[in-house]
């Protein structure tokens, strides 16, 4: 970034006080224009769709660190978004939620118990809107995009199975209203349709369960100690110990045996969905 002519033309979105992922798409799009190359032909030499480029330029989507890394070699930028992407990271995501992230993209399974709302790896990007306005949070923008560009280790080929079980009251609460709702669910049964997601509901009839308490997810790596995120108001903590974890996972082999099967889940989930529709 250079002091000799200005950056954003006035746009206070690119100060990167305010949004340092408007301020990495803001450059993205003055760099790419300034080489003579269409979102389309970016994409192309990148490796990514037109689409993609679009979302980053217009900051509802948070760069890969390879996308980052391309583009400096694509522009001549000298590293600059290499050496920016980590910023935009450090933002995009609260620091205590950023190492599970990481570690996200290693594991070989994904464990995830959620009682209120459905999984950040399965929202939609509406149903994850609807989430963070209602939390009235300044950078909800930035969450979103964020919640979004997790998603994208679901996309690979070779992926982490992905096992979810989900509270009924997570079908019943309507974010985001009837239409929102009824799209996201039909989201969810079309993420289970891939034999590496798993999906499963503990049904109102079970009664008391055994994590009462709040939702919580967990990560098995092929190579180190398995980790487990518990979530929590303010924010969430996330442990190796292996007392805790193994904690975790027992409670996670009994939710799985309350819940309903998959086949019979999915049923269900299909069946609020229409419900709403």
Same mark, same amino acid.
């Given at each position: 970034?250079?002091?000799?002519?200005?950056?954003?033309?006035?746009?206070?979105?690119?100060?990167?006080? $305010?949004?340092?992922?408007?301020?990495?798409?803001?450059?993205?799009?003055?760099?790419?224009?300034?080489?003579?190359?269409?979102?389309?032909?970016?994409?192309?030499?990148?490796?990514?769709?037109?689409?993609?480029?679009?979302?980053?330029?217009?900051?509802?989507?948070?760069?890969?660190?390879?996308?980052?890394?391309?583009?400096?070699?694509?522009?001549?930028?000298?590293?600059?978004?290499?050496?920016?992407?980590?910023?935009?990271?450090?933002?995009?995501?609260?620091?205590?939620?950023?190492?599970? $992230?990481?570690?996200?993209?290693?594991?070989?399974?994904?464990?995830?118990?959620?009682?209120?709302? $459905?999984?950040?790896?399965?929202?939609?990007?509406?149903?994850?809107?609807?989430?963070?306005?209602?939390?009235?949070?300044?950078?909800?923008?930035?969450?979103?995009?964020?919640?979004?560009?997790?998603?994208?280790?679901?996309?690979?080929?070779?992926?982490?199975?992905?096992?979810?079980?989900?509270?009924?009251?997570?079908?019943?609460?309507?974010?985001?209203?009837?239409?929102?709702?009824?799209?996201?669910?039909?989201?969810?049964?079309?993420?289970?349709?891939?034999?590496?997601?798993?999906?499963?509901?503990?049904?109102?009839?079970?009664?008391?369960?055994?994590?009462?308490?709040?939702?919580?997810?967990?990560?098995?790596?092929?190579?180190?100690?398995?980790?487990?995120?518990?979530?929590?108001?303010?924010?969430?903590?996330?442990?190796?110990?292996?007392?805790?974890?193994?904690?975790?996972?027992?409670?996670?082999?009994?939710?799985?045996?309350?819940?309903?099967?998959?086949?019979?889940?999915?049923?269900?989930?299909?069946?609020?969905?229409?419900?709403?529709?």
């Amino acid at each position: 970034m250079t002091a000799e002519r200005p950056r954003v033309d006035g746009d206070p979105k690119a100060d990167p006080k $305010v949004s340092t992922l408007a301020y990495f798409g803001t450059e993205l799009r003055i760099r790419r224009e300034e080489a003579g190359l269409s979102q389309a032909e970016l994409g192309r030499r990148t490796f990514c769709t037109h689409s993609y480029i679009s979302r980053i330029e217009s900051a509802s989507r948070v760069p890969s660190e390879e996308f980052a890394q391309r583009c400096d070699d694509v522009l001549g930028t000298g590293g600059m978004f290499a050496r920016l992407w980590p910023v935009v990271i450090e933002h995009a995501y609260p620091d205590w939620f950023r190492p599970f $992230v990481e570690l996200e993209k290693d594991a070989v399974a994904i464990w995830d118990f959620e009682n209120q709302v $459905v999984p950040g790896l399965l929202q939609t990007e509406e149903y994850a809107q609807a989430l963070f306005a209602a939390a009235r949070l300044p950078n909800a923008d930035e969450l979103v995009a964020a919640r979004l560009t997790r998603q994208h280790i679901l996309e690979r080929d070779k992926r982490a199975q992905l096992w979810v079980v989900l509270d009924e009251n997570v079908l019943r609460r309507t974010v985001g209203g009837p239409a929102v709702m009824a799209r996201q669910l039909r989201a969810v049964v079309e993420a289970a349709e891939d034999p590496r997601t798993i999906v499963q509901v503990v049904p109102f009839e079970v009664g008391a369960h055994a994590s009462m308490d709040g939702p919580f997810a967990g990560l098995t790596m092929d190579e180190g100690a398995d980790v487990v995120y518990i979530d929590g108001r303010a924010r969430g903590y996330i442990s190796a110990a292996p007392t805790e974890v193994t904690g975790y996972h027992h409670a996670y082999d009994l939710l799985r045996a309350d819940a309903l099967p998959p086949s019979a889940s999915v049923d269900l989930i299909a069946a609020r969905a229409k419900e709403l529709s």
